[in-house]
C-alpha cells in the first residue's frame, strides 16, 4: 500500500480519536478531513471510518481498565457493579432500536451539508444555554447514584447524535447534565455508553460491507491497522485530558468552535469544496 495513503490513515486515526469523545461531532471532521485530503472513494475506505472507533474504545478500555474488570468480576457479589452494566445496557438499548429501523432513513434525508450545519450551531446554543443555568440542579455526583431511569433518560437523549453535525458524546454529556448528572458524572457515563455503541455501529459497517472488505482485505489491511492504533493513541490522550478539563471547566469552549465549524460545513457546502454526504 502506497505511504501517502497511510499517513491520510494516520491523520483520520487522530481527527477520530481526538473528537470522538468531545462534543464537537466526530462524523462531521472525518467527512471534511475524508475530503480535504481526498481519500478515495469505495466501501473499504468509507468503512474505514466507523471502524477505527473501537480503536477510541479502546482507550475507554485502557483509561478505565481497573473500574471495568472490577466491575465484571463483582457482578454476583456487589448491586452496584449489577448496577452500572444495567445502566449502560439500558443507555445503549434506545440507540440500538432506533439506529436499527430509522438509520436508512437518517442517511438518506439528512447527512447534507445545511443539515450537519445547522445540527453544529443549534448543538453549540443548547450547550450555552445549559451551562448557564446556573440553578440547576446537580442530584448525581458519583456514576454509582445513577438510577436505571437517569441511564434510560440519558439513553434517549443520545438519540439526538444520529442527526449529522450533533455529536454523540455532545449529546449525552449534555443531555446527562440537564437530566441531573454533574459534568464530570456526565462526561465519564458518556464514556461508558460509547463502548457498546460505537463497537455496535462498527460491527454492522463491517457486515454491511464485508463483501467488499472480502475482496480486498489485503490491500487495506494497513490502512486500517494504522487508524485504528492512531484512534486509540489519540482517544488515550484526548479522554485523559478531558477528565481534568471538566474537574474545573466548562463546555462554553466547545460551543463556540461548533459555532466556527458550522460556518465552515456551510461555506464547504455552498462553495461544492465538500460533498457533505454519508461515509
Known sequence: MDTLLLIKAAVMGIVEGLTEFLPVSSTGHLILTGALLKLPDNDAVKAFEVVIQPGAIFAILIVYWQLISGTLRTLTTNANSRKLVLNILVGFLP????????????????????????????????????????????????????????????????????????????????????????????????????????????????????????????????????????????????????????????FVPFAWYRIAFGIVVLATYLTGMVQWVNH
Open 95 to 250: 440507540a440500538a432500536v432506533i439506529g436499527f429501523l430509522l438509520i436508512k432513513q437518517i442517511n438518506r434525508h439528512l447527512f447534507n451539508g445545511p443539515v450537519v450545519a445547522t445540527a453544529f450551531i443549534v448543538g453549540a446554543l443548547i450547550i450555552l444555554w445549559v451551562e448557564r443555568q446556573t440553578d440547576r440542579t446537580v442530584r448525581i455526583r458519583h456514576i454509582d447514584e445513577m438510577t436505571t431511569t437517569d441511564a434510560l433518560k440519558v439513553g434517549l437523549i443520545q438519540c439526538l447524535g444520529m442527526v449529522p453535525g450533533t455529536s454523540r458524546s455532545g449529546a449525552t454529556i449534555i443531555g446527562g447534565m440537564l437530566v441531573g448528572l454533574s459534568r464530570p458524572v456526565a462526561t465519564e457515563f458518556s464514556f461508558f455508553l460509547a463502548i457498546p455503541t460505537l463497537f455496535g455501529a462498527g460491527a454492522l459497517t463491517i457486515w454491511k460491507t464485508r463483501q467488499e472488505l472480502a475482496a480486498n482485505w489485503h490491500d487495506y489491511l494497513p490502512m486500517y491497522v494504522v487508524g485504528f492504533v492512531v484512534s486509540f493513541l489519540a482517544a488515550w490522550v484526548c479522554v485523559r485530558w478531558l477528565l481534568r478539563y471538566v474537574s474545573t471547566h466548562n
